[in-house]
């Protein structure tokens, strides 16, 4: 099954969820077995947590575009917000010193663990474009 | 499926057993109240049983942090009972593991509290 689904969510708790129903639907589809359905569930969930609480802080006046694409060989999933974008080299490492006890931060460090490939670049618009693919297969890996 | 949580006491040890799955919203937040509800009564020895926790997320992780921290601020122990391989990973790549006291029997888990 391959193709591409262009959705918008609103910045909510319920987008969090249905966004990581929908791409752990199609990694199913795919063939990825669960462990690999697992991972990429969480990186879109933390991705999701960062365009709908830090990207858009809940606003209702702004959404989440989740463009999911499935190839033979991958899934690969794009999560854009409408907030002001981050640089990742600015974000502090959550497992070092001070910061290893503190009880957010760890996102981002998850959506690198849990995918095969990641990037993350400000949008055209300004907001956070996150992009995270995982592989059919552990070739990739 | 969201997190449930009950407690029971072995000894003078409170165990949290957790089923499900602990995430931002209902699940963490539901670890966070219960834990803070344990402290103020007094208990202060805490086991928490993650064997059937499928699925934490960062947020699960941050109330993890908060439960050892509030009860260690109280000269209290909090402890992990049966990790699954997920959780056990997640707290690896987190570098975390080694903060917490881990344990795979509950006897032997009960009696290293002081």
């Given amino acids: 099954m391959t193709g591409i689904t262009d959705t918008l969510l609103a910045s909510t708790l319920a987008s969090v969820d249905s966004a990581e129903a929908m791409v752990v639907e199609s990694a199913a589809a795919l063939g990825l077995d669960e462990d690999a359905r697992m991972d990429l569930g969480l990186a879109i969930r933390e991705a999701m947590v960062n365009a709908v609480a830090h990207g858009n802080a809940y606003s209702p006046e702004k959404q989440v575009r989740l463009i999911l694409e499935t190839r033979p060989d991958a899934v690969r999933v794009t999560i854009i917000d409408q907030g002001e974008g981050f640089d990742l080299n600015k974000v502090p490492d959550p497992t070092q010193g001070e910061n290893l006890m503190r009880e957010s931060g760890r996102g981002l460090l998850l959506m690198q663990a849990f995918v095969d490939e990641f990037s993350v670049k400000r949008s055209a618009a300004g907001g956070a474009e996150v992009v995270l693919v995982k592989y059919a297969s552990d070739t990739g890996r | ?114």
């Fill in chain 2, 1 to 114: 499926m969201s997190a449930r949580l009950t407690t029971r006491q072995v000894g003078d040890v409170t165990v949290i057993d957790a089923v499900g799955r602990i995430t931002l919203g209902e699940g963490s937040a539901l670890l966070r109240d219960t834990v803070k509800n344990l402290v103020a009564a007094g208990n202060k020895k805490l086991l928490l049983n993650l064997g059937e926790v499928s699925y934490i997320d960062s947020s699960g992780v941050g109330e993890l942090v908060y439960s050892y921290t509030t009860v260690t601020s109280q000269q209290g122990q909090f402890k992990l009972l049966n990790l699954t391989k997920r959780v056990e990973d997640l707290l690896q790549i987190t570098k975390l593991y080694t903060v917490f006291e881990v344990h795979d029997d509950e006897t032997r888990a009960v009696r290293s509290f002081s």
